[in-house]
């Protein structure tokens, strides 16, 4: 049988997962509290960045197969399969996640069931929270034993959306029966084909491979920043050691390049979210190293602008600094706990004139800072800049002609906080060049 499916919260996660599901032929209604959000969806508009996610998007709607709604009366009838793919943010003041939204779709949700059908648990959670819901949807759903709920953490990275959501390195499930894997191996038929791993477990299990997924992830890239520290210090070069340290397979290349550090919406919340909640538990000292991960990034932005003040001649009073990248990451519009961005903020902050331009998060990052500065290129934020700073490696930074920026600047100074740039190349055309962690 062909399952019909919702995805509850049309988000990043949401909007991905819709899509997805038409396109593999399933009939998917995409829900959002959102009225604004939901009336662009249904036009085919994407509100965010995601390479490939639009086209697909605007194909699931011409298909008749995908549709949006803002009442969980019709998602609960419509649905075979609910996907609970809503926000859980860092709360304000605290390390811990906030979790209210899914409390609220369960709540809106639950009342609602009065057939036969599975909720899957996509968003990051802190461990223990799918048995709580589990509790609450059978308390509060007509249906009583009928629905039942399962874990399936989201791997995707932005940019990547699509092809992390068709294509996922592996899928894993979080039961209290055997009947959930049984509908989720036909969901995911198409992925499970093509070999992906599917692990089957409990609960706390499935919310944990999430965390930690994210926590290792976050390690690795401090771990090479806490080197490139080392290095500045020792006068020795960490892209070179990075690259030296890739090739012993247990170690690996990915997730190793040094530079300013992880952002976004997942890294640096999720391994805040995941100390508070092993504190919770008394395992608190198990992750106390998480707390200096967080500390070896924080201190990459400070030592971009210690860099990027040394440039500009010991202060930044009259000095204007051009900034290429507003985004977390390439590829992407995200700015959420954006390393680019605070860093744009605080020389303005010290006295700065800052002009900013990134290929996509412009319009967000004005919103966010309409004090900063924007121009509409690359060349135009460099525009009588005495320093530049490569804060986002997008292509198009990377492929910039040092002798063009150069005719433009006020001084061919430029820090590389991503080690992106070819420093030969620079240094050949009369650029002054920095990167953090090399000489
Ligand atoms: C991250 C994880 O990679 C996904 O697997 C996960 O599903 C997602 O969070 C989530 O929890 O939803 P994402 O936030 O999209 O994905 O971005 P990443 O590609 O992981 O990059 C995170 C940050 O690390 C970026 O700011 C990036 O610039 C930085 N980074 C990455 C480095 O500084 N060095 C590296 O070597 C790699």
């Given amino acids: 049988m062909s399952y019909r499916l919702t995805v509850l919260g049309t988000g990043y996660l949401g909007a991905t997962h819709a899509a997805c599901m038409a396109?593999?032929?399933?009939?998917?209604?995409?829900?959002?509290?959102?009225?604004?959000?939901?009336?662009?969806l249904q036009a085919g508009e994407l509100p965010i960045h995601e390479p490939g996610l639009e086209e697909l998007l605007q194909q699931g709607l011409a298909s008749g197969r995908l549709r949006f709604t803002t009442s969980y009366q019709e998602a609960a009838e419509f649905g075979d399969v609910h996907f609970i793919c809503v926000g859980t943010p860092q709360k304000k003041g605290e390390y811990a996640a906030d979790i209210s939204y899914l409390d609220a779709v369960v709540e809106s949700l639950a009342p609602h069931l009065t057939r036969e059908c599975l909720v899957i648990g996509k968003s990051t959670v802190p461990v223990g929270t799918a048995q709580r819901l589990a509790d609450k949807l059978a308390r509060l759903s007509p249906a009583g034993d009928l629905v039942e709920l399962a874990w399936n953490?989201?791997?995707?990275?932005?940019?990547?959306?699509?092809?992390?959501?068709?294509?996922?390195?592996?899928?894993?499930?979080?039961?209290?029966?055997?009947?959930p894997e049984k509908v989720m191996r036909e969901v995911y038929e198409s992925m499970l084909a093509e070999g992906t791993p599917l692990i089957i477990t409990d609960y706390p299990t499935a919310e944990l491979v999430k965390v930690a997924a994210n926590a290792f992830l976050a390690t690795k890239i401090s771990f090479i920043n806490a080197m490139a520290e080392v290095c500045e210090a020792a006068h020795a070069d960490v892209k070179d050691l990075s690259l030296a340290l890739s090739f012993d397979e247990r170690i690996g290349g990915r997730f190793l390049n040094p530079g300013l550090g992880f952002g976004g919406g997942c890294l640096p919340k999720d391994i805040r979210a995941f100390m508070a909640r092993a504190g919770?538990?008394?395992?608190?000292?198990?992750?106390?190293?998480?707390?200096?991960?967080?500390?070896?990034?924080?201190?990459?932005?400070?030592?971009?602008?210690?860099?990027?003040?040394?440039?500009?001649?010991?202060?930044?009073?009259?000095?204007?600094?051009?900034?290429?990248?507003?985004?977390?990451?390439?590829?992407?519009?995200?700015?959420?706990?954006?390393?680019?961005?605070?860093?744009?903020?605080?020389?303005?902050?010290?006295?700065?004139?800052?002009?900013?331009?990134?290929?996509?998060?412009?319009?967000?990052a004005r919103m966010a800072h309409p004090a900063l500065g924007y121009g509409r290129s690359a060349l135009e934020a460099a525009k009588g800049a005495h320093v530049v700073l490569l804060l986002t490696e997008w292509q198009e930074f990377i492929d910039l002609d040092p002798e063009k920026l150069g005719e433009v600047v006020a001084a061919r100074k430029i820090v590389d906080g991503r080690n992106a740039l070819d420093a030969e190349t620079w240094r050949a055309a009369g650029w002054h060049y920095r990167a953090l962690g090399r000489p």
Wanted: proline share 5%; charged share 30%; net charge negative.
């Fill in 153 to 179: 953490p989201e791997f995707l990275r932005e940019g990547f959306a699509v092809r992390d959501t068709m294509h996922p390195d592996r899928i894993v499930l979080g039961v209290v029966s055997e009947k």
């Fill in 280 to 364: 919770e538990l008394g395992a608190d000292q198990a992750l106390t190293f998480l707390r200096e991960v967080d500390a070896i990034n924080m201190r990459r932005r400070a030592r971009m602008v210690d860099l990027a003040r040394e440039l500009a001649g010991g202060s930044f009073r009259g000095c204007t600094v051009g900034v290429l990248g507003a985004a977390f990451k390439p590829n992407s519009d995200d700015i959420r706990d954006s390393p680019a961005l605070d860093v744009a903020v605080n020389i303005r902050e010290q006295g700065g004139k800052v002009t900013v331009y990134d290929p996509v998060a412009l319009d967000n």
């Fill in 23 to 40: 396109a593999l032929g399933f009939e998917v209604i995409g829900l959002d509290v959102d009225p604004v959000k939901v009336a662009r």
